[in-house]
Structure formats: C-alpha cells, structure tokens
C-alpha cells in the first residue's frame, strides 16, 4: 500500500476511531489485497509507510467478497464490478483476505 | 473532410546502462536515502550488455523486425532468449548504444552546455559518422571535445550532471543558469535527452517513409518532460526544438502533455488539425524518460534477473492528408475518459472502448487488434505489478461478455485473436497505444487487419493537480475511400448549383 494511502487510514482511524472504520480494497491480485490487507490490520509489512508496526486491526473486505457485494444495491454494483468480478480470480482474493482477517483483525 | 491518414512511423531504443545507475529515479533516491545499500552494491552485475539489448526479442519487436503476435513464439521470461542474427537497425527504427547517444546529446545541444571529453569525442565521432542517418553537418557539431580536468571541475564546482560510459567519467551536462532549478543541470540533462531521443526518432521517421522533411507543416511533441525556466516550468517547446534539428524549415510545433496518455491525444489532435485542412503532414514525437531507468530494478535484482529497464523509448508518427491507401484515423470513433466518467475499470473501459464503438454501430469482436498499454510483462510480472496489456484484454472481453458480444467460454482466447503479448519498455508515454502504429500499418497492406483501436491512459493523479485518471482512444481503419466521398458529393452539388444560378442568370439576360 502506497505510504499517502497509509498516512490517510492512520489519520482517518485516529480521528474516527478503529471501530467505526471499514477499509475496501480493489487490488487486480489475491497477493496484492492481502499485503494491502495486512497493512491495515498487522501493520505495513515493508517497514516503509506510517503503518509500520502499528496494529489497527481494522475491518477490511476487498470489493468482490460476498460481504460487501451482499450488502450493496445489485444493480449498482453490477454496474461498477461485475465486469472485474468476471476478469478477476475472486476464489483466491476471497481466501487471502480471509486468512489475514482471521489473523490480525480486532473489531 | 476526408479523414487523416497515419501515413509512416519510426522507433528507437537507446542502451544507456550508466544512466540506470546514475539518473534513475529508483536509484537516485535509493542513494539519497540509504547511501550504503545492499541494492546499490549489486545492481551493475545485473546490467545487459548492448549485444542482451538488441537481441533481446521485445527490443526487436519495439523497431520492427519481428512482428508482436510472433513474440508468442518465445516462451516466457523473454530476457534469457535471443533473436539470432538480430541486428540494431530494424524496419522502424534501431536500438542505439549509450556512447552514440552521449554524442547525440550534444550534437543537439545549441547552447553549449554539454561538454565530451576530447578522445571520447574522437571515439564518438567515427562511430557517428559510420551512422547512415548522420549528417556531417551534425557530426560537425560534436567539434573537438574538453579536457577532462574542466569537465571535473564543471562537476566539482558548478553542479554539472556526470555523463559516464562504462562507468568512466566521459562528459558532463553543465547548468543553464547558476540559480533558476528550471535551467539546473539535472534539468537541462533530461531535457536533453527527450530531444536526442526525439530527433533520432524523427531521423527514422523520414528515413523509413521515405519523406521529405520539409513537406512537416507541423509537430506535436508528447513526451512526459517540462522544458522552460523559472517563470515558465513547462513553457516549452521541444516539439520546435526537435523540428530545427531534423531541419524541418516549414514546421513550427507545440507540446502536449498528459501524462502516458499524451500520444493518443496528440495523435487526435494531428488527425483533427489534417482533417480540417489546417495542416498537411503532422508529425507527432516523443522522447524517452531518463528517470524511469530501472523503475522496477529492485524487484529484477531480488530475483536475481537482468535489469531489463535499460533502455530510453522514442518514436515518430507521420499523420498526413488522405491517400486512399494508408489507414485513417475516425475522428468520429473516438472514446474518452470524461471528467464525470468515473474512476471503476468498468466505467474506464466503457469510456475509452465501447463508447467509440456504439458510435459507429461496432461491436467489441469487430475491432481486430487493440493497442492498449503494451508494456512488456517480462519488466511487469517480476515487479508484481501482473501483465498490463493481458489484464486489459481479459477487461474488454468480460465487457463483451456483459455486452452479450461475446460467450463467457471466449474470454480467454480473446486475448490471442484481438491482442497482443506486451513489447514496449515501461518508459510511460511509450508503451501507451502508440508502438502498435508501425506495425499496423504493415497489417493493413497485407489485409490482416481491418479495424485497430489505440488507446492512451494516464494516471494524472501523480502530478497532485487532480485525483483524475485519463484516458483516450481512436478507431484506425483501412482505406477504402470511406470519408472522401462525402466530399466529392458536396463538390459536385456546388458545381451544379452554380451551373445552375449562371443558367437562371443568362436566361434572366436573354429575356
């Protein structure tokens, strides 16, 4: 996760607080969302970005998981995803995340 | 109006090794930052040698000599196969070595702020002059060369920007002004190198089609540089800069910038000035950018593989009056990202590609060859940043399959029959849209090709002015009079109207 998106979930979460934040990703890649995944929960794996050992424990789906999809207007989100819902391979997006949730998510 | 036409194209590539090392942004601000690092140490044992470069086979795509779907016959990774007998002049273009292009630098340099060390120069200037697209007047301009005391002392002292090859210290670029950071020498070096690159490109240009020079009426340079000084960043103007040098007397130019989308708008904006009629021949030119050297070099070294992103891009597209042979360029079939387009792939990929479709009654299957971000994935897949050109194909396909154009079971072979495996070097501008145009053309000569679509993207973002992406495409056809005849239609009405109004006047006089 890019070090500006890093400082703008810290800052976001100190002002709002841990539990009232939900990140949603949209990485091409299973790898990709779960570094990013990790990022926010278990804190920045590179050691480069604000997020650096700093464990927020966040919330965070990527845009095709049935948590979100299920939870938003079909019509809208067919309009905005199902093209890359089609073109991505969800299986192994939907196991990473889970297996990072299941890690290092507190709320 | 009768449609424009891309009427020829030329390409280069420049080996500049040293450049990686020295200018790269990955590895200048890896200096700045960690001056001892581990990723410094070792990354000149993972440099190419210039003989790796050409014979590498998406170099020999880049100029021409093998055609993009052909790549396919080289397995993946690319870096450890040759093309054999591969040579540095192709169809399109040719694959410079570093100690030309230094030579290049300052032949097209007018304010004597590039100084070459004297046996150097001597070394250069044999090798120029063997070149078949040198002048001897530009020869001539690289003179006698500097001692090797003033250029350290320019370093030392002045702040000029190091010109080595083969890790010696040869020349230096000095700076164009003792305060203005527009004119400071890491500046004037960049610059420099866009235009050499530029003009080189242009040299093959004319050279490949066969043109005269002085039939360019006009040029637009769309590279991702800024030239101007303190009270004008960008002011400008490379595009007249690079015309003067290939002696294009009867052009004048301007520069367009949008980021890597900038080719496909200029290319548009060509069509549009020769379709008018304002214009006969545009020329439309690009040099490589020095700071993109080993982008992803970290991740080529950590894999232990080449570091494949050593050489700068450049190319040259002639767009001219119609022909009747050369493809056109549909004006009227032409996508955009608009500023309420949204930033989703779907929504981008609707934007640039099925929009310009549904405008002219098309389908997504009857476009037969799109040329989207053809960046190399051989540079891409070890950085993990995937296959781009790939990715996009399987996009327009799920959206072909939403558009019930396409079965859901085609998704994975419309890649082989309507795309083609990535070969452009990851230089932004470069790979975006633009590298097919060469190769197309010759796929329309031999009826391969109907239809092809070129598309532009830029992430506009990067320069903080807008969270905007971009976005730009065009539809490229085969000749088949389509356009002209409306005007010939018009010509003929007018005839007659006036035959007409002199009858009904002589009939008035005979009364």
């Known amino acids: 996760m890019d070090l500006e998106n890093q400082k703008r979930v810290k800052d976001l979460t100190e002002q709002h607080g841990g539990e009232n934040v939900v990140v949603l990703l949209g990485a091409a890649e299973a790898e990709a969302a779960g570094l990013a995944a990790e990022t926010v929960t278990n804190g920045d794996p590179t050691f480069a970005g604000p997020l650096a050992g700093v464990q927020l424990g966040l919330r965070v789906f990527h845009a095709v998981e049935p948590d979100f999809k299920n939870e938003v207007d079909a019509g809208v989100f067919d309009d905005q995803i199902g093209m890359m819902e089609m073109v991505l391979d969800v299986d192994s997006i939907v196991e990473e995340m889970n297996s990072i949730r299941s890690q290092f998510v507190k709320y | ?511």
């Open chain 2, 1 to 511: 109006m009768s449609y424009a036409v891309v009427k020829g194209a030329g390409y280069v590539l420049v080996h500049t090794p040293d450049m990686i090392f020295h200018n790269g942004t990955t590895q200048t601000t890896e200096r700045y930052s960690n001056p001892e690092s581990e990723y410094l140490k070792k990354l000149p044992e993972h440099f190419r040698s210039y003989e790796e470069v050409v014979s590498y086979p998406p170099n020999q795509t880049y100029i021409g000599t093998i055609k993009p779907e052909d790549l396919r016959k080289y397995d993946m990774p690319w870096y450890d196969k040759k093309v054999e007998g591969a040579d540095r002049y192709g169809k399109l273009g040719e694959i410079m070595p570093q100690e030309e292009f230094l030579g290049l630098m300052k032949i097209v340099d007018v304010f004597d702020l590039v100084k070459l060390e004297k046996d150097f120069t001597k070394e250069v200037k044999t090798k120029l002059g063997n070149h078949p697209l040198m002048t001897e007047e530009l020869v001539a301009k690289l003179k006698e060369g500097d001692e090797i005391a003033a250029i350290e002392k320019a370093i030392k002292e002045q702040h000029a920007e190091a010109l080595y090859h083969h890790n010696k210290l040869v020349g230096c670029v000095k700076r164009a002004h003792e305060i203005d950071p527009n004119l400071n020498a890491h500046i004037i070096h960049e610059n420099l190198i866009a235009k050499a690159s530029g003009v080189l490109s242009f040299l093959h240009l004319i050279d490949k089609n066969k043109l005269d020079v002085k039939d360019v009426d006009y040029v637009i340079e769309c590279s991702e540089e800024a030239c101007g000084d303190m009270n004008q960043r960008g002011g400008g103007n490379f595009a007249k800069a690079i015309a003067e040098m290939v002696g294009a007397v009867n052009a004048t130019g301007s520069d367009t910038r949008g980021f890597c989308a900038a080719p496909v708008h200029a290319l548009i904006q060509a069509s549009a000035l020769v379709q008018s009629g304002t214009f006969e021949n545009v020329v439309v030119v690009a040099g490589g950018a020095v700071a993109k050297l080993g982008m992803n070099g970290k991740d080529h070294v950590k894999k232990d593989m080449p570091v494949l992103e050593d050489v700068l891009g450049g190319f040259a597209v002639l767009i001219s009056k119609n022909d009747g042979v050369s493809p056109v360029l549909r004006t009227d079939l032409v996508g955009r990202h608009k500023v309420g387009t949204g930033s989703s792939p779907q929504a981008v990929i609707t934007a640039l590609i099925t929009e310009p479709l549904d405008k002219g009654g098309l389908k997504i299957t009857d476009i037969n060859k799109y040329s989207v971000e053809m960046q190399n994935p051989d540079v891409t897949k070890p950085a993990g940043a995937g296959d781009v050109p790939e990715a996009n194909y399987k996009m327009i396909a799920a959206l072909g399959v939403k558009r019930n154009e396409l079965e859901r079971t085609e998704v994975a072979a419309f890649a082989e029959k309507h795309g083609m495996p990535g070969w452009a070097p990851t230089q932004g501008h470069i790979p975006s849209g633009v590298p097919y145009l060469g190769h197309a053309l010759e796929a329309f000569k031999t009826g391969e090709i109907q239809r092809a679509m070129i598309v532009g993207k830029g992430s506009l973002f990067l320069a903080r002015m807008t969270n905007q992406f971009d976005g730009i495409s065009i539809v490229l056809e085969n000749n088949s009079g389509q356009g002209a005849k409306e005007a010939s239609v018009s010509e003929e009405e007018v005839r007659t109207m006036i035959a007409e109004a002199m009858r009904n006047f002589a009939s008035h006089l005979s009364k």
